[in-house]
């Protein structure tokens, strides 16, 4: 159970990098238009920051599950 924990951990701590790099690196590329401060996410865009967090919270509780002291 433990040893599951922490690959869950793994798996999602890089799938999180590479949302997060991805969303960076487009996020430059896409944003030419300077007279909008404010624009709205659409299609992929919108998917990855929606995955992007809710991998987040997915983390983040697998985290604290990790750290109870059943498995210290």
């Known amino acids: 159970m433990e040893l599951a924990l ?3 951990l ?5 799938v999180l ?6 969303q960076a690196r487009s996020a ?7 007279s909008s401060i404010y624009r709205t996410r659409r299609g992929l865009e ?8 809710a991998l987040g919270v997915i983390f983040l509780v697998l985290a ?3 750290s109870l002291p059943i498995f210290a």
Do not use: E, F, P, W
């Open 46 to 53: 919108k998917t990855m920051h929606q995955a992007t967090i």
């Open 6 to 8: 922490y690959i869950a």
């Open 64 to 66: 604290l599950v990790a």
């Open 10 to 14: 793994l798996i999602i701590s890089v």
């Open 28 to 34: 430059g590329m896409a944003n030419r238009d300077t």
């Open 17 to 22: 990098i590479v949302l997060v790099v991805l």
